[in-house]
């Protein structure tokens, strides 16, 4: 459901069989992009009011969804263990994932765990249940710091819009940061 605050009220129904774990606007906020249990991303037009396309790769259920701040490009985390990067830009191939990131581990404890873009996107960083942020370089693919140093699953992170640092949320109340320079 889309939710007027305002009003306090839902102002958009969609129809999804499967429970939704993460959702976001796209940039120009005229779509919902949606990820659940059913391990599909949708994209959802609020116009129209119907489902656009889905998205299909992941083997486990879709916990995180981060969009570029260009707009063009959908980071998502799911519990099959893979991060992928995701082409939403109008009339992309019908193929859509352009990259597959691999490393940061979900485990039986089955948290929601989240993942981000840095500013100039050219780094992502995932959560992780092994209690590690993993940072991979978005063009090699390679692995650039494992950040150790968390109690637990880290479920939230987020970079700097400045500064080459990041945060994160291992367990409610905590908060961890780190240097990426």
Not at 10 to 23: E, I, P
Not at 57 to 68: F, I, M, Q, R
Request: aromatic share 10%; proline share 4%.
């Amino acid at each position: 459901q889309l939710w007027d605050i305002r009003k306090k009220a839902a102002v958009q129904t969609f129809q999804n069989t499967y429970q939704v774990l993460a959702v976001t606007f796209n940039d120009t906020s005229d779509q919902i992009i949606s990820g659940g249990i059913d391990n599909d991303i949708k994209v959802w037009d609020l116009r129209q009011n119907k489902l656009t396309y889905t998205m299909r790769g992941h083997a486990d259920s879709v916990t995180g969804l981060s969009l570029s701040s260009e707009g063009s490009y959908l980071l998502s985390n799911a519990m099959d263990n893979t991060v992928r990067i995701w082409d939403v830009r109008p009339f992309a191939p019908k193929e859509r994932c352009v990259k597959i990131f691999q490393g940061n581990v979900h485990n039986f404890e089955k948290n929601l765990l989240r993942c981000s873009w840095s500013p100039d996107g050219s780094k992502i960083a995932g959560g992780s249940a092994d209690r590690f942020v993993y940072v991979w370089d978005t063009t090699s693919r390679r692995i650039l710091y494992k950040l150790p140093g968390h109690a637990g699953s880290v479920n939230e992170l987020a970079f700097h819009p400045e500064e080459p640092i990041s945060k994160c949320s291992p367990l409610p109340g905590q908060q961890l940061q780190a240097s990426l320079s």
